[in-house]
């Protein structure tokens, strides 16, 4: 009974902000790497954090970097995506990711998906 269940998306405003939460059950994500990744329509799959096992690496991409923000709450088992000064070029699927213990820019190394969250970013 392993699942991965993102959410927090919505519709918001240039500028604006929102924080997507990726939740855990059946299973630790501490002992886990948790990647964050999204796809637009028409557009390949876009890697855009990481956080590994114990926090001690973080990774972004360019494309969010200073804008996006990675954090874990191990109460809650859940890894959280803060996404301030929203462009609308952010309007996509948000996906969270299970990978081993250290952040890999290889999307195949992340074994377990969750079914998305909706991001869209228009005025």
């Known amino acids: 009974q392993v699942q991965l269940v993102e959410s927090g998306g919505g519709l918001v405003q240039p500028g604006g902000s929102l924080r997507l939460s990726c939740a855990a059950s059946g299973f630790t994500l501490d002992y886990y790497a948790i990647g964050w990744f999204r796809q637009a329509p028409g557009k390949e799959r876009e890697g855009l954090s990481c956080?590994?096992?114990?926090?001690?690496?973080?990774y972004y991409s360019d494309s969010v970097k200073g804008r996006f923000t990675i954090s874990r709450d191990k109460s809650k088992n859940t890894v959280y995506l803060q996404m301030n000064s929203l462009k609308p070029e952010d309007t996509a699927v948000y996906y969270c990711a299970t990978g081993r213990q250290l952040c890999v820019n290889r999307q195949e190394e992340y074994n377990y998906w969750g079914q998305g969250t909706q991001v869209t970013v228009s005025s």
């Open positions: 956080i590994s096992v114990s926090n001690v690496n973080l």
